[in-house]
């Protein structure tokens, strides 16, 4: 089977399972704009530094962090959780036989997921723009490479994570907490700029932080340039390295758990 038609296929599957659960759409668009709802008033304490253009400046840069980090964390977070699921229900086992890459599982254990916080990420953007968001003289090419390169480094992320579930019958806590402090350290609601110097050594191994930084110079006005080439060249690095390595380990825990036959134990 073709990476695309596994895809399709695990996609189809969630999607059926999703639309019994319609309520599940609604509330996750309501509790994202909700939580941005209230940084446009936040938003009016903050008019200093880089954020002193305007009242909204602060909020802007909020919508762009917040959002992005909403898309990645079902790529990341949403694998482990698909993985445990497939573990409980005693379909890890019947993955496991199937002449697939496990990287291919991997990722298509996210698909879905992924493809339901981009549009609730699009709604909301929407919704935003009454409040005060705009984008002004977009760079299209940069943001046509930094988001897909950055989910793929997720995506990644997501596939060591569904590993650790797979050896462990444990792990979504691990990737959920993991994620949660590079949001923090990698910018997502403040610059990095604000931390002391030893944890800004520490923001800049996130590849969030290139990603968001090329991300709002590519698309907000009052932002502090970016070197493009740089964020590029560091995202790139990350893919090389994280891809290759994620589906090896993948590929080694379904082996260790078919030797144990755990695959089917939770």
């Given at each position: 089977m073709t990476f695309l038609r596994i895809l399709g296929a695990t996609a189809q599957k969630d999607f059926r399972?999703?639309?019994?659960?319609r309520v599940g759409f609604v509330t996750s668009i309501i509790a994202t704009f909700w939580g941005l709802f209230a940084f446009r008033f936040v938003s009016k304490l903050v008019n200093s530094g880089q954020?002193?253009?305007?009242?909204?400046?602060?909020?802007?840069y909020t919508v762009v962090g917040l959002l992005f980090a909403s898309i990645l964390e079902p790529t990341a977070v949403g694998t482990s959780v698909s993985a445990r699921?497939?573990?409980?229900?005693g379909t890890l086992e019947y993955l496991s036989t199937q002449p697939v890459r496990r990287a291919y599982i991997g990722f298509s254990w996210s698909a879905f997921n992924l493809l339901q916080s981009l549009l609730v990420a699009a709604i909301v953007v929407l919704l935003t723009i009454p409040l005060?968001?705009?984008v002004s003289d977009v760079n299209v090419p940069v943001v046509l490479v930094v988001i897909p390169l950055t989910?793929?480094?997720?995506?990644?992320?997501?596939?060591?994570?569904?590993?650790?579930?797979?050896?462990?019958?444990?792990?979504?806590?691990?990737?959920a907490g993991l994620l949660s402090i590079i949001g923090i350290i990698s910018g997502t609601l403040f610059p990095v700029t604000v931390f002391p110097p030893w944890l800004q050594f520490f923001a800049h191994l996130s590849p969030l932080t290139y990603a968001l930084d090329a991300l709002r110079s590519a698309t907000l006005a009052d932002q502090p340039p970016t070197n493009y080439a740089l964020d590029f060249v560091v995202l790139v690095g990350f893919a090389v390295v994280l891809l290759p390595l994620s589906g090896h380990l993948l590929e080694r825990s379904f082996r260790i758990a078919q030797r144990r036959g755990s695959l089917s134990t939770f």
């Open positions: 399972t999703a639309i019994s659960y954020f002193s253009s305007s009242s909204t400046s602060y909020f802007k699921n497939d573990q409980v229900q005060g968001f705009s989910i793929l480094i997720f995506g990644a992320v997501g596939n060591m994570g569904a590993s650790l579930v797979i050896l462990l019958q444990q792990g979504v806590p691990l990737v």
